[in-house]
């Protein structure tokens, strides 16, 4: 029989869903029973037979407190209806609503927490300055309910550390699954002959948006004809207005792209920069490691743990704007080096690589380990 699994989080699920969450989807309920609790983007169908989805407020401010003031409730009704044998958080906040929702159901389903990144980013560099004041509360309601969880997984070096300092020990480490096939399924491109810079990523505190904007104001001046492409939405596009608005010889700004047009634009650069203050793991590092392009990232969270300074990118302290436009200098002005990081870039994610199937049964070997 296969184990029954209630999957928790704040993710924005579109129905129906992209044919990339549909791969993984689909390899879970090969050998789990599947129900998801999250959230979905403005005009998406709210449930199907394995999603219910909250749709968001039309007050921003308000859309993520209502989620998890309502999600102990949720928990609890799908828990009454769905008897699950574990239920998957992913991180210490839903599992904090996923205890509350079992004390409100009156069932001893096992709890799972995922650590993808610093969990404390959440309130201190995401959305409004505000949810600071959420951060005391929260911080002890996520590291109590990692202590209390019955497994908890983490993906990388760097989530373990973040885990044993709340004094407990993961159950497993994997990775969570990504869909790289619209960045394997041809070899990587030669370097373009214009050197060429791209970030690709939310627009918020925590991707240090400032930090770069700052550092390409320092590296702009001395690499005439070179550009730098920002993709990305969020609460800091005044920054990256600004910027556009002062370089706009050398500055594009591009707010979405779809997954082919973001492996199209890596494949237009020399490099992919991260400048992250906090930095689970970087999808898009390990997006254009598999496209053969080299990443200057800075030194923190998870970057590390896919970047090798000197190897395949360059790494920079955490906030160092000079730093970090010494590196764009270094690799877009000299085509030796960036071609030499570029060669070593595609060989170094083959340990990242995981199949739907793989991550599933990494997923099942976890939910039994924890009954």
Not at 56 to 68: E, I
Not at 193 to 198: D, F, V
Request: net charge neutral.
């Amino acid at each position: 029989m296969k184990p029954r699994v209630l999957f928790v989080s704040r993710n924005r699920y579109r129905l129906p869903l992209s044919p990339s969450l549909r791969l993984k989807f689909e390899a879970l309920g090969e050998l789990l029973e599947v129900r998801v609790l999250a959230a979905a983007p403005a005009g998406s169908p709210t449930a199907d037979d394995t999603f219910s989805l909250v749709p968001p407020h039309r007050l921003r401010r308000l859309d993520g407190p209502l989620f998890y003031a309502s999600l102990p409730v949720r928990v609890a009704r799908e828990v009454r209806r769905f008897r699950p044998d574990a239920i998957v958080a992913q991180s210490g906040y839903e599992a904090a609503a996923a205890l509350a929702g079992l004390r409100l159901a009156r069932f001893p389903a096992q709890l799972i927490v995922e650590v993808h990144g610093d969990w404390r980013t959440a309130t201190r560099l995401y959305g409004s300055r505000s949810r600071a004041l959420l951060a005391p509360v929260a911080d002890r309601l996520a590291a109590a309910a990692l202590r209390r969880a019955d497994a908890v997984r983490t993906i990388s070096d760097y989530t373990t550390r973040l885990v044993r300092e709340q004094g407990v020990e993961p159950t497993a480490v994997f990775p969570a699954f990504m869909d790289l096939d619209p960045f394997l399924e041809r070899e990587p491109l030669p370097l373009p002959e214009r050197p060429h810079a791209l970030f690709v990523g939310v627009l918020e505190r925590y991707k240090n948006v400032d930090g770069l904007a700052a550092a390409w104001r320092l590296a702009a001046p001395r690499l005439p004809d070179v550009r730098l492409t920002i993709v990305g939405k969020g609460t800091e596009t005044e920054v990256v207005r600004r910027l556009v608005e002062d370089l706009p010889g050398q500055t594009d700004w591009i707010r979405e792209l779809p997954t082919e047009g973001v492996a199209a634009a890596i494949d237009e650069a020399t490099c992919v920069v991260l400048p992250s203050r906090s930095e689970g793991l970087g999808r898009v590092v390990i997006e254009a490691l598999c496209r053969g392009r080299p990443v200057l990232g800075a030194r923190v969270g998870g970057i590390p743990d896919l970047i090798e300074d000197g190897a395949n990118g360059i790494l920079v302290e955490p906030g160092d704007d000079g730093a970090l436009a010494d590196a764009l200098v270094r690799v877009l002005a000299d085509t030796e080096l960036a071609a030499r990081l570029a060669a070593a870039a595609r060989p170094s994610v083959e340990a990242w690589l995981a199949t739907p199937l793989e991550y599933a049964e990494r997923v099942r070997a976890l939910v039994e380990s924890s009954r």
